[in-house]
């Protein structure tokens, strides 16, 4: 069973923070994808990645930045922190060979204060 | 980009009447079209998918119908139960390895 594995299930941080959010992943899956979850607006996604090194703009990319150095590991970072980022985000990860489906992370819940 | 809007937003139901949640996308390059369920304080979790070569899919009590011309695709759930209460998110993609881009989720609650 692939397994996708976010650091922290609740984080708090402060304003203006430099904040990381690991995603790890055990399936040797080549993509990997970053989304924020918020009522009412579903799942939007930020960046996402499709090799090693390789990282492209989501639809709301502003404010976050990504590092993917290792195939199983997709970092998420908040540069400076700000109160409207607090959120819930989902990891995801997908074999990129034709095979349906995400299989996501259990997800961080980021209150920023 | 891809934009995918969905109806309604809540949806009760009496346990064992059917639920009809409805997406459309704006992208005619969208060929894949995958929904997902989350379970209160749990992960999405895919439960049926639709690829454009299809118009209709069925797996036991859930089914999904696509009408590329219309650019529009809608789950449903026959003889609801109370387990079917969730979120349900529709996603539009190019391809099964690509990119998804959701709606906004539909909650559905039945009622016992």
């Known amino acids: 069973d692939v397994k996708v594995t976010q650091s922290s299930r609740y984080l708090v941080k402060r304003t203006g923070e430099k904040v990381f959010l690991e995603c790890v992943q055990d399936?040797?899956?080549?993509?990997m994808f970053w989304y924020r979850q918020d009522p009412g607006l579903g799942l939007r996604l930020i960046y996402f990645?499709?090799?090693?090194?390789?990282?492209e703009k989501g639809d709301i990319p502003e404010g976050y930045s990504v590092s993917r150095e290792k195939k199983e590991r997709f970092s998420l970072i908040l540069e400076s922190a700000s109160t409207n980022q607090t959120s819930m985000y989902l990891c995801?990860?997908?074999?990129?060979?034709?095979?349906?489906?995400?299989?996501f992370g259990s997800g961080t819940r980021l209150t920023v204060v | 980009g891809e934009n995918v809007e969905q109806h309604p937003s809540t949806l009760s139901v009496q346990e064992g009447d059917s639920a009809v949640i409805k997406c459309t996308y704006s992208?005619?390059?969208?060929?894949?079209f995958p929904w997902y369920k989350q379970e209160l304080g749990k992960r999405p979790q895919l439960i049926i998918d639709?690829?454009?070569?299809?118009g209709e899919k069925k797996d036991q009590r859930i089914a999904v119908t696509l009408n590329k011309t219309a650019k529009h695709f809608s789950l449903h759930i026959t003889e609801t139960q109370p387990e079917d209460s969730a979120v349900y998110f529709c996603?539009?993609?190019?391809?099964?390895?690509?990119?998804?881009?959701f709606g906004s989720g539909t909650r559905l609650l039945v009622r016992p």
């Open positions: 996603a539009a993609s190019m391809d099964s390895s690509y990119k998804l881009i």
């Open positions: 995801a990860s997908n074999s990129g060979q034709g095979i349906s489906g995400y299989t």
């Open positions: 992208d005619s390059a969208s060929n894949y």
């Open positions: 399936m040797d899956h080549e993509n």
């Open positions: 990645s499709y090799d090693v090194k390789m990282k």
């Open positions: 639709i690829r454009s070569n299809v």
